[in-house]
């Protein structure tokens, strides 16, 4: 139980573009889903906290309107790299909780992302 | 607030040795404490958590933890190390706000033959 899928698993792209990422909880519905950001050799950081139906919650020094957050769905959520640059290029990976009490988080295989 | 210190960014024993992986944490108030696996260009497995019930708390793969509110320690322990132990580990703490998790700075874990 508690499988959280990411798609896709690896893309590439021209600088300028934009890249959706998909996140999806497969067995559970997920009321909150987080968006993390890791760097080579480095711990997770995270970039929002997605509540499903409302806005998402940013971390500082996250731009909302270069990082595009969607949760329509309890087992869906997106993440929209808009206008990607090379800096944008990175390890994306969710997680997601299932209620509110609930502390654990179940994470999804992550997504590479490459901007050339 | 609360935060999250793991102790050696690389640790590296034989195959067959003892494991041990440090993490000390910081929190005002009574923790939920992780411990995670990541292996390369992958997601976060989760190991084991504490949530307040036994201090000693046994995960996947044969790996254990013993809670220890004294010594603000978490640390992460296997007894014999097998090669495909090799990876990086996390502990991380629960945040008091909506589920968030601090993370460690993560240790690598080498097993060598």
């Known amino acids: 139980g508690a499988v959280v899928s990411q798609h896709p698993s690896r893309v590439i792209c021209k600088s300028g573009t934009s890249v959706k990422i998909e996140c999806r909880s497969l067995?559970?519905?997920?009321?909150?889903m987080f968006w993390y950001r890791q760097f080579p050799k480095k711990s997770l950081m995270l970039m929002a906290t997605s509540n499903e139906g409302s806005k998402a919650t940013y971390e500082q020094g996250v731009e909302k309107d270069k990082f595009l957050i969607n949760h329509a769905s309890l087992t869906l959520s997106t993440l929209t790299v808009t206008s990607a640059h090379p800096e944008d290029s990175s390890f994306y990976i969710c997680?997601?909780?299932?209620?509110?009490?609930?502390?654990?988080?179940?994470f999804g295989p992550g997504t590479r992302l490459l901007v050339l | 607030a609360q935060s999250v210190t793991q102790l050696g960014s690389h640790v590296s024993v034989s195959e067959g040795a003892l494991v041990l992986l440090r993490c000390n944490y910081s929190?005002?108030?009574?923790?939920?404490l992780f411990w995670y696996v990541q292996y390369p260009n992958q997601g976060l497995q989760l190991l084991l958590k504490?949530?307040?019930?036994?201090?000693l708390v046994k995960g996947i793969n044969g790996f254990e933890a013993e809670f220890k509110k004294s010594e603000t320690s978490f640390h992460l322990t296997k007894p014999s190390a097998h090669m495909r132990d090799a990876a990086e580990y996390f502990c991380a703490v629960s945040g008091n706000q909506g589920g968030k998790l601090i993370f460690g700075q993560g240790t690598e874990l080498s097993v060598k033959p």
């Open positions: 929190s005002s108030v009574p923790p939920y």
């Open positions: 067995d559970f519905q997920a009321t909150t």
């Open positions: 997680s997601a909780i299932a209620g509110v009490a609930e502390k654990t988080q179940y």
């Open positions: 504490y949530t307040s019930a036994a201090t």
